[in-house]
């Protein structure tokens, strides 16, 4: 599914949804910084060009002042939930 999809929505996505901090009773705990920059880069790939990714949730790690430092996404922060897009 994660290669063929994309290919049915003409290779781009207008908004891409990530909820990294999400985990279940069951597996460890999700290390969210690094799982954040996975899902990005990840999603990177898959944006069209005038989209967006939203992350949702809150930042318990702080990592939203990091990617507002980044030349190479523009962010916006609104209450819970942050938008990403290409610069």
Do not use: C, H
């Not at 949702?56 to 962010?75: H, I, M, N, Q, W």
């Amino acid at each position: 599914m994660e290669v063929e999809f994309p290919f049915l929505m003409n290779d781009r996505f207008d908004l891409i949804f990530v909820q990294p901090a999400l985990s279940y009773v069951w597996e460890e705990p999700v290390p969210v910084q690094e799982a954040t920059k996975a899902y990005i880069k990840r999603a990177m790939g898959f944006l069209a060009e005038s989209g967006r990714i939203v992350l949702t949730g809150d930042d318990p790690e702080g990592f939203v002042p990091e990617l507002k430092k980044s030349k190479r996404y523009g962010v916006e922060v609104k209450e819970g939930f942050v938008t990403i897009r290409r610069r």
